[in-house]
């Protein structure tokens, strides 16, 4: 594999109508290589933490989501890394790629078993690539995908929303690709079961017929309905596979409220052509993009470590912080 190409470019802009590379073709291989990682989001949710530290490097206990997300992707098997970014968030990038100066400061220190990890979770200069766009503008999730359109390699691609924590025996990324490889559908979105009181927070999925195994055909999405007229309880969550088309489909696709371009409307354009399947993922899911989310998962992952649990196991006797 070439060697790390880290590459810093802005979105590029096109006229409507103007078709874009990467489009799909019958000869062109369904192996996923690439992911994408929209990571340009200003994490108002989390003000004023988020003022200087972006909402994906927020930590579940040491670990960035962003890191959880890497490592997902790397269990995957994905080759390229992605991350369509803002010019504020300069800390990602300072994140995801090695820094030896640190490293080295704590060896001096003995401190060798956090310099090999900090390590292990950069990107490897070797083996792996990432590349960085700008995004000056958040206009939706559907044009932070098609920001991402001049770096990505020939294929499907792979879309991880950091926000979405999802951890399992095995990667979701990884049981999604290794049920798409299988033909099922050129779109494939991860889908979780809610409640009819939760489904309007969601877009949900439509099936085609039964909604009872892992994988299943749809007719399409419906973004956010209300619970009486949900088509299932099938509810989108922050991965996809999307096959190449998807590309010229969101070039093509008329802007919305606030001038943003919408992934959903973009698959949904594609589906007739090249199919949507939805994926019952088998890991658990942590909504980190809410306070609430982000407290549970902190809560879940300090539940596995001898030295917080007894933290837990007595957090009713301890005092409230302060006002």
Known sequence: MPRCS????????????????NTSSPKVSQKVRTAIFPVAGLG???????????????????????????????????????FVSHPSKSAIERYVHHDEELCDALRSKGKHGIADRLGKDAIDPVAE????????????????????????????????????????????????????ETGVAGHMVATMEVSRDEVSAYGVLDPDGDVEGQCMTARGMVEKPEADAAPSLQAVVGRYILDASIFDDLRQQDPGLGGEIQLTD????????????????????????????????TLAFAGRHDEFRSILEDHASLPLAAE
Not at 10 to 19: A, F, I
Not at 63 to 80: S, V
Not at 155 to 177: N, S
């Open 44 to 82: 108002t949710r989390f003000l004023p933490a988020t003022k200087a530290t972006p909402k994906e490097l927020l930590p579940v206990l040491d670990k960035p989501l962003l890191q959880f997300a890497m490592d997902e992707a790397r269990d995957a098997g994905i080759e390229r890394m992605i």
């Open 266 to 297: 973009a698959i949904a354009k594609g589906i007739e052509r090249v199919g949507l399947c939805g994926f019952r993922f088998s890991g658990q899911r942590f909504d980190c993009g809410s306070k609430a989310g982000m407290l549970r998962a």
């Open 129 to 180: 690539q990432a590349h960085f766009v700008m995004q000056p503008t958040p206009l939706g999730l559907g044009h932070a995908v098609l920001c991402a359109v001049d770096e990505v390699l020939p294929g499907p691609v792979a879309v991880i929303l950091p926000d979405d924590l999802i951890v399992g025996q095995k990667g979701c990324l990884r049981e999604m690709i290794e049920a798409y």
């Open 6 to 21: 880290v590459r810093l470019t802005v979105c590029p802009t096109y006229r409507q109508g103007e078709p874009v590379v």
